[in-house]
């Protein structure tokens, strides 16, 4: 299998700072690294780009993640992406009915912190895209793959959920 | 969504026994607990048989996972199982043409050990039952998910491989 | 042995909130509680007091933390503090003259995200205790135990560094 | 503060080898290099020798570990060792008479599986090392670091606890 992924940044990503004391978005690829390390079977095309939290991104970063996709070698592609503007983002390249299967995903917590959701959250789109789904905008988070407008974050429980 | 997962054991589940100072396949769920806890939109049915290192499983084994397979509550079924006969045990139930999407998973490396490969395998399997998938007997390793008979355990490498 | 335990905040108590999407400092002893679970020959006594990051505190946080150590139990006492003002709050204790034998330790990263570092330094306090020391007030950390006033935080390297 | 490791093997080292499916004990010092990297204050000389599960050292392996101490560069020394026979070797040591500081050391779960209890165990010996004391042969396991003879294995419990 053949799939790009486009590392934009988020929670997903963040990882601590001793000197400064805090969390901070890094602009490399080592949490995404430590998952792709055991997919034997998968050719990645790994793009990263903005690395912002996403309550950060403006108008053109979103143009940036649209054209990065439009670009990508390859008709999977994996989006890694903060939890809170994934919908407005997920939205916009939805509405640009791009040929591709695009899946989103991103974390509640950093990998450098529960490697557990993370990793979940990223295979989970990896397990979609080895069945044979149809060209749209997806979103995985914790525990389904759907349709982008269908998954919303619950932000006081901070939880991704079916929006009946 | 709804899944059935069948637990048998397997290096996936083992965990470090510091009595007897070594490592066990216990009876218990906790290393697919850790998983499951962040998979808010799946409602599971978790049912825990055999608990053995694959190799040392016997043909009434197969027969009880068979049977777990018939009688689960959900046509989307997740087995859990050893790396070792993983490829026995599948293709026995491909054999037996049962109306669910049944994909095995596992791991190389125990999930108390590295949550990171663990984790990988399971929550693809998940992914893939997301999509709509057909009836049949998969298997859900180092980033994808095929027939059962398409991926096989490479020994010397300890990884499993499309066959091509 | 018995030993106080004094536990003021800090980095070594940090926790993320994915909530709020910060790391906070907790009010309880969940980092603490993980070491300690090893520690089968010594018996504890925990006070949880102040719960800061350490530049946030005040006088009278630091003259509450004098008090627990004057009205600790045992004469062997461990504080875990901050690390950006632990040489303010140790040498006030140091200037007060206390007949017990205090141990100052925290950690550059939290307890959540690197247990390595945070239970090294603890348990550095813990050995030196073990030993027949003098009354007096002791920073453990980065390797060694020694005098409060001869190991300072360099904060460019984000490293508590022996003062020739 | 300059110290000697000689790192002879046991459970504190062992990792997973997923190949084999089972626990090794490697003949290098990665779980050690892990603890170390926090050390900055600390000058280390480590040797690597033996290499052995404790329950398979003969009488040459104790020779070895005797003469190593002897031309060891340092007073201070701390030995890595397996917890079934680490008291045959201690007592073997201490009735040599040796005039340095030597602390035995291990763990019950390998730093593989679990960072706290085998970073405790060593960073004990540490912090005892970090205090003025007398020439001996101690052991630091589970809270304290005392005469080797004074901590024994509770084989049933799994923990080192001081005899009464």
Redesign the interface.
Known sequence: ?KVTVINTGG?FNKR?N??K???EVPADNIALD??I??????EFEIKNIVSKDSLDMIDSDREAICEAIKSSENDKVIIVHGT?TVHLTSELIKQRRINKKIVFTGA???M??????A???????????????EDGTYI?M?????DCSK?VKN????????QE
């Open positions: 299998m929670t601590y001793p000197i004391g805090q969390l430590k998952i390390a055991s997919c034997h079977n998968v809170d509640m917590v950093p450098s912190i529960d490697e557990v959701e990793t979940m959250n990223f295979s989970q789109a990896l397990g979609f895209l080895s069945a044979d789904v995985a914790h525990g389904v793959v759907v998954l932000r006081e429980l901070g939880q991704f959920l079916i």
